[in-house]
C-alpha cells in the first residue's frame, strides 16, 4: 500500500496454531497484532477487531482469500474519494463469482438476500467478506453491535445506514473455498432468529448521532 498499513489477527477460541503463527510473524513494514475474543461467533470477533484500530480507514476480509485482494486498490480509492462504506458484492454484473455451493443453500442464499434487503435497503449482498469503511464511522457503529453469528453483516451495515452512510458495492472477483462452517440445515434457523433481533433492536432502541468531528482519529491507516 502507498501508506502505513497494519493488520489485527482476532483470534476466536481457534484450536489450531492461529494465534502461535500470529506470534511467530517476523517484524516486517506491515505490522501483524494478536488480539483475543473469547465470545464466540464472527460477528463478535469482527466487532473486537474494529474496537482495536485508530486508522481513519478499516475493514475486514476474509482469511481464506475467497475475495481477490486486487478489490482493497479500490475500495481505498473510494475511501479516499469520500466514500464511507465499500463492500464486495457477488451480486454486482461485473464481479466474476465461481460458486459451487449445493443447489439447498443457493435456495437458502436467496431467501437471506431478501430478508436482509429489508432492513439494508439497496443493498444486494450483505454477506460478501469484504468490507471497508471510514475508521470513524466504524468505531461509531462497532459498540452497538449485538449480532455475534453470520448475520452480524447485515446489523453492520443497518446501523452504518442509519447513520446516514451510502453503501456502495463494488465487483470482486470471488471464488467459492472449500471448509466452510455453515449448514443450512444447523444454521438457518439461528439466522432467521438473528434477522429478527437485529429488526427488533433497530427499531426500539435510541437511535445513534453522528460522531463530531473533533472526536475523529486520524494518527494511522490500517485494516484488521
Same mark, same amino acid.
Given at each position: ?67 481477490? $485482494? ?6 481505498? %480509492?473510494? @475511501?479516499? #474519494?469520500? +466514500?464511507? =462504506? ?28 431478501? @430478508?436482509?434487503? =429489508? ?21 461509531? =457503529? ?5 449480532? *455475534? ?5 447485515? +446489523? ?5 445506514? +442509519? $447513520? %446516514?452512510?451510502?453503501?456502495? +458495492?463494488?465487483? =470482486?472477483?470471488?471464488?467459492?473455498? *472449500?471448509?466452510?462452517?455453515? #449448514? ?41
Amino acid at each position: 500500500m502507498p501508506f502505513p498499513t497494519a493488520v489485527i489477527v482476532v483470534d476466536n477460541n481457534s484450536t489450531d496454531a492461529t494465534a502461535e503463527i500470529v506470534r511467530a510473524w517476523p517484524e516486517g513494514t506491515v505490522p501483524v497484532r494478536l488480539i483475543q475474543c473469547p465470545v464466540p461467533g464472527k460477528g463478535a470477533a469482527v466487532r473486537a477487531g474494529l474496537l482495536e484500530t485508530h486508522a481513519p480507514f478499516v475493514g475486514f476480509c476474509d482469511a481464506d482469500m475467497a475475495t481477490d $485482494l486486487d478489490a482493497i486498490d479500490v475500495a481505498f %480509492g473510494l @475511501l479516499l #474519494s469520500g +466514500e464511507r =462504506v465499500v463492500v464486495g458484492s457477488r451480486a454486482h454484473t461485473c464481479s466474476d463469482v465461481e460458486n459451487r455451493h449445493s443447489r439447498v443453500r443457493e435456495l437458502g442464499a436467496v431467501g437471506f438476500r431478501s @430478508l436482509a434487503r =429489508v432492513l439494508v435497503r439497496g443493498v444486494n449482498d450483505t454477506q460478501c467478506g469484504f468490507k471497508f469503511f471510514d475508521g470513524a464511522l466504524a468505531r461509531q =457503529v462497532a459498540p452497538r453491535l449485538r449480532t *455475534p453469528g453470520f448475520a452480524f453483516d447485515v +446489523e453492520l451495515l443497518a446501523r452504518c445506514a +442509519e $447513520l %446516514g452512510a451510502k453503501v456502495l +458495492e463494488i465487483p =470482486v472477483q470471488w471464488r467459492d473455498m *472449500p471448509g466452510s462452517r455453515f #449448514s443450512p440445515t444447523r444454521h438457518s434457523a439461528g439466522i432467521l432468529l438473528e434477522l429478527g433481533r437485529i429488526w427488533l433492536t433497530l427499531r426500539t432502541e435510541p437511535r445513534a448521532g453522528p460522531r463530531p468531528a473533533w472526536d475523529q482519529p486520524l494518527d494511522s491507516v490500517g485494516y484488521p
